[in-house]
């Protein structure tokens, strides 16, 4: 039983994470009382809304997230997709940039197939997927891999400055998908790197130090904006 | 969610490379850990690592008739189950044609080997003879399962000790183990598959590799004296292999067998000391 | 002879020493063991995901589905492998055990599977595959309101005992042995999981609860200090 709590401590369900009149419960917590309730597996955060972090369990989809899914069959109007977690998605025939005609879905794309598409609409069990947006469509070559879904926001960094980064110094695209599936491709060598990289953020991405962890693991030439040091490297060229 | 195309692509160009996605080279395999007697009520037991590959082996033992063509040896029988709890393409319910194989080849290479000593687990010819119950698990299939069930059933059965008997009532006595070891002879046979994807081979798959594999070729090889022999074989999948891919297979297993083999023959004898 | 002391030595309402770690199969969505002493079991959790046949889905909320399965080479005496009559009650026991306190509604039409392996018995197979199910259930990050511990509480002549081993369940002198095994939830002390064969007073009932709550307040410590990174052994 705790009175006061530690910023990003790891909870369990059940545990009593604060207690006091003045907290609000947020996100997997429930008030009981004058306690605040942990009820999900995760980091505690906030200061008077009090909220867990996941991070584990699979990917719950929102309206709005761009995911990577896996062609897994093959309708009359478009294709049932993979996209992990609790509920399969639909990409209508509709939902295409260009006009498909019935006759040539599998053309477009057969079972196996991967898409970067974005989830239009979320019903009681049944995800909705389109591909009318920028950078969305069918993938072809590269390669997938899964990470965490939980830790794709650091994977992608503020304003996508961790992607950016490993994009650039493995000469790569990357398409990262909010469930988890992020798309690499370049040639055989870069895209092995970029995908440890990427690992590497998913592995260490609650510990400090993690932008010069892996600036330092694909060898980028860390800039530095020192004018003594500008000079130098100037005069040495 | 099952393997992408695009993944099947850069797994089979890697490989006419030489090369496999994780950094390994054609033949070589993960990384193997063996621990024994994990379970302390069966006669003896291993638990398996490849890679992130886990399959547990338990070795049971009872008296019963023999079979009438052979009524002065003891017999063998091997189960095997992918349960759910290994992956989520597996359901529960009965052995599928996936477990009920490898529970087949795993005793192919046990039987054809002569590595039990059917002869010794006589009791009385015609009446009694001790039959040996192998009973495999995965437990995590990343895979590669084959190789794991075939090593952790050798272990087991290397580690086993038999359980007492009473002659009076004819009776196994479970629960109460001598200091005797399963009668077995120097042909211990180590399996090893080895896969084909566009005729590039290659060993130990992952299961993004096992999933993209075009064929496959088991062998279990023993070297009793300084000749390997081979005592089992399985073709899996529906690939051609051609014969000079099979002695290419064949040759490459021999290699293996030497860089491998040894230093687990040597872990095993070990655990077998405790 | 009464009982008075207990066959292996351990005090009353004392526990076997424990092992608990969380992570151990990494195809999982969640996983865990936890063992009593000589009872060890394993628990994998896959889900939230898609229920199939869809005439089996739940419009209103997702199900949990449990498949208990002992080794056969767990026992003294090789247990046929699959499922058996026994193994199918503790499946559906355990299901109920852990759907009271699983946010259901939260994913209509969907499974969360269980898979339990008991890998070595000495009695309460079943409270450890519970103990190790609710790991691996938060492990998976399922929401609960609260965590679940499971206990057998023994009658053994006329003492209540906890933890009770084989030898105990066998006792026979006296008023025999009575086996109570109890699942406990976290906050709110309620019962999920009950269970009673043998011989008791109605009077004496309370007296059990009592011992399995407080056992059960000892197992969430374990579970919970295993779900924060710690790799329990007492045996070492």
């Given amino acids: 039983m705790t009175e006061t709590k530690e910023r990003r401590r790891l909870v369990i369900p059940g545990e009593i994470i604060a ?102 609409s979320v019903k009681r069990n049944s995800i909705d997927l389109t591909l009318k947006s920028r950078g969305l469509g069918k993938l072809e070559g590269g390669r997938i891999i899964k990470i965490n879904p939980h830790k794709v926001p650091r994977v992608i960094g503020k304003e996508g400055s961790m992607i950016n980064l490993i994009k650039n110094e493995t000469q790569t695209e990357i398409n990262v998908g909010q469930n988890g599936y992020i798309w690499i491709k370049g040639d055989l060598a870069g895209e092995e790197k970029a995908e440890k990289a990427i690992e590497l953020v998913a592995k260490e991405a609650n510990s400090e130090g993690l932008t010069e962890k892996i600036e330092k693991f694909l060898g980028a030439k860390i800039k530095k904006i020192n004018p003594e040091e500008v000079e130098q490297e100037e005069g040495e060229e | 969610m099952d393997i992408p195309n695009i993944n099947k692509n850069r797994i089979a160009e890697i490989l006419e490379k030489g090369k496999r996605l994780d950094g390994r080279k054609l033949l070589d395999y993960r990384d193997i850990d063996i621990e024994t007697n994990i379970s302390i009520n069966a006669e003896g037991t291993a638990r398996v690592r490849i890679g992130k590959t886990e399959v547990i082996a338990g070795v049971k033992m009872d008296v019963q008739e023999p079979y009438t063509d052979h009524p002065d040896e003891g017999t063998l029988i091997t189960g095997m189950e992918f349960s759910p709890i290994c992956g989520s393409r597996y359901e529960s319910g009965p052995p599928k044609i996936d477990a009920i194989e490898v529970a087949r080849v795993v005793d192919r290479g046990i039987r054809e080997s002569k590595f039990i000593d059917f002869k010794k687990l006589c009791i009385k010819e015609g009446e009694k003879v001790w039959s040996v119950l192998i009973d495999i698990y995965a437990i995590n299939d990343d895979g590669n399962v084959l190789d794991a069930s075939a090593l952790a059933s050798v272990a087991a059965l290397r580690v086993a000790r038999m359980p007492e008997y009473d002659e009076k009532t004819e009776k196994v006595k479970f629960g109460e183990f001598t200091k005797d070891s399963i009668p077995l002879t120097e042909n211990i046979p180590f399996t090893m598959t080895f896969h084909k994807i566009k005729g590039n081979l290659f060993a130990d798959p992952n299961r993004d590799e096992e999933d993209t594999s075009e064929g496959r070729v088991t062998l279990a090889i023993t070297k009793p004296k300084k000749e390997y022999i081979i005592n089992a074989m399985q073709k899996g999948d529906v690939a051609l292999i051609s014969i000079d891919e099979l002695e290419q297979i064949v040759k490459e297993s021999e290699k293996l067998y030497d860089k491998i083999f040894p230093e687990i023959d040597k872990k095993i004898e070990k655990l077998t000391k405790k | ?29 969640g996983s865990a063991m936890f063992a009593f002493g000589e009872t060890v079991a394993i628990a994998a959790v896959y889900g939230p995901k898609p229920l199939h046949p869809q005439h089996m889905q739940d419009p209103e909320k997702g199900i949990i589905r449990c498949n208990y399965n002992m080794l056969p080479f767990s026992v003294t005496e090789r247990a046929k492998p699959g499922p058996s009559r026994r193994s199918k009650e503790i499946s559906m026991i355990t299901e109920n055990a852990l759907s009271g306190v699983v946010d259901l509604k939260r994913f209509p039409g969907t499974v969360i599977d269980i ?44 003492k209540i005992a906890t933890d009770i081993t084989k030898d105990e369940e066998d006792y026979e002198e006296g008023e025999g042995a009575t086996d109570i095994p109890f699942t406990i939830t976290s906050n709110s002390e309620a019962i999920t999981h009950l269970q009673l064969d043998g011989k008791i007073q109605t009077e004496r009932l309370r007296e059990a609860y009592d011992a399995a709550l407080k056992a059960s307040k000892k197992i969430l410590d374990y579970q919970t200090r295993a779900l924060k990174g710690e790799k329990i052994d007492e045996n070492k």
């Avoid at chain 1, 008077?48 to 899914?69: A, D, H, L, Q």
């Avoid at chain 1, 879905?105 to 989830?119: C, Q, R, T």
């Avoid at chain 3, 009464?2 to 309402?13: C, M, N, S, V, W």
């Avoid at chain 3, 392996?117 to 103990?131: D, E, K, V």
């Fill in chain 3, 1 to 29: 002879m009464a009982y008075t002391k207990r066959l292996d030595g351990r005090k009353f309402d004392e526990l076997r020493p424990i092992k608990a770690e969380i992570g151990i199969i990494p195809n999982a969505d």
């Fill in chain 3, 115 to 158: 898979e339990i392996m008991i890998l070595q018995a000495n009695a309460s197979t079943r409270c450890a595959g519970i103990n190790a199910a609710a790991m691996a259930l938060a492990h998976a990050g399922v929401v609960m309101r609260e965590m679940v511990s499971s206990v057998s509480i023994g009658k053994i002549d006329d």
């Fill in chain 1, 19 to 120: 207690s006091g009149e003045d907290y609000l419960p947020g996100d997997f917590t429930r008030k009981e009382g004058k306690n605040i309730i942990a009820q999900r597996y995760g980091l505690l955060e906030g200061d008077r809304v009090i909220k867990i972090i996941p991070v584990s369990g699979v990917y719950e989809p929102r309206r709005g997230n761009t995911v990577i899914g896996r062609v897994s069959d093959i309708t009359f109007n478009g294709w049932i997709v993979e996209i992990g977690g609790p509920y399969g998605a639909f990409l209508s025939l509709m939902e295409c940039p260009r006009f498909i005609n019935k006759n040539d879905i599998a053309e477009f794309a057969n079972i196996g197939d991967v898409f970067s598409a974005k989830i239009f």
